[in-house]
């Protein structure tokens, strides 16, 4: 690039700078945010490799290079830890990502927009529940003598202490968690079908075409990018699963299925103190979460070049 163009374009950036001041200005605090949310804590990942203590702080703690990773990948609990984290999050993923499509495409077909708001509350309702009190329902619900059991003994049905089994647990997980978010999560897709131009609805009725015509050629397409946004985020973050909700859940004879990795790192580091070992693990789990993006964010885009080649 020539000295001529670097000016050029040096002024191009200062006169959109100077046009549009207000809108950077309304970046700042985003920005801000993010740089103390988000950036300056990475300097604690430092701590994976030192052998921290806090009477010397975190540059003043000996260097431990990968011990502490090391450890955890030869521990006896790594492939339990491992595999329960993947089940839990891959089963949840497979079930859950459906239901907020099928609730906005359902949504969509209601004429009465009295009915649909009201439907929408109802929801939405279960998202801003609590995790404390999602899982007391749990425990009230699937108790020994709570409702669930004794409906099924009066139907003749022989059913397992759910709180305590630990064949239950993901069941009672995933449902559970499916039934607090999908409403929130079909909220993206409400909005994206209700900028749908009136006039293809219009089209496709002088063509004759069924409501499932209409989802299939009309809805669904429309809906596609956004589909394929939140299947890259979600596959990205399948390893962020929160411990609270599993630590909540956890019993001492379920916990060959509700320990993870979430789980393991809050026991581990806060309620141990052997911060530098729980931050290895942490910064493991989202290793395995930035390789995941990676790789369906390249696969995703090389499906595209291949349907627009074709």
Not at 66 to 76: V, Y
Not at 141 to 146: P, Q
Not at 243 to 268: C, F
Request: proline share 5%.
């Amino acid at each position: 690039m020539t000295q001529a163009n670097q000016t050029i374009k040096k002024r191009s950036w200062v006169t959109q700078l100077k046009n549009q001041k207000y809108l950077f200005l309304l970046l700042i605090p985003a920005v801000l945010i993010t740089l103390i949310f988000k950036y300056f804590p990475m300097y604690g990942i430092l701590l994976a490799f030192k052998d921290y203590n806090p009477m010397q702080g975190i540059a003043g703690s000996p260097w431990a290079g990968l011990k502490h990773f090391r450890d955890f990948l030869s521990s006896p609990n790594f492939g339990t830890l491992l595999g329960n984290s993947l089940k839990l999050s891959i089963t949840g993923l497979i079930f859950g990502f459906f239901p907020p499509i099928i609730i906005a495409l359902m949504l969509n077909q209601v004429i009465s927009k009295k009915i649909k708001s009201t439907l929408q509350t109802i929801l939405y309702m279960p998202n801003f529940i609590s995790t404390v009190i999602i899982v007391g329902i749990i425990f009230l619900l699937f108790a020994s003598s709570g409702p669930i059991i004794s409906i099924l003994h009066t139907m003749g049905i022989e059913a397992p202490n759910f709180l305590t089994d630990p064949g239950s647990f993901r069941p009672l997980y995933i449902i559970s968690g499916i039934w607090q978010g999908m409403g929130w999560a079909s909220l993206l897709y409400t909005a994206v079908l209700s900028g749908i131009a009136p006039e293809l609805y219009e089209a496709a009725d002088i063509d004759g075409a069924s409501i499932l015509q209409k989802i299939f050629y009309i809805e669904l397409p429309t809906m596609k990018p956004l589909i394929t946004i939140n299947l890259i985020l979600s596959i990205g973050g399948i390893m962020n699963i929160g411990y609270e909700k599993a630590y909540l859940m956890q019993t001492s004879l379920n916990l060959p299925t509700s320990e993870i990795i979430d789980t393991y790192v809050y026991k581990v580091g806060l309620q141990a103190g052997d911060y530098s070992y729980s931050t290895a693990v942490g910064l493991f789990n989202t290793a395995v979460n930035l390789i995941l993006l990676v790789t369906t964010t390249i696969i995703v885009n090389r499906m595209n070049r291949r349907k627009a080649v074709a």
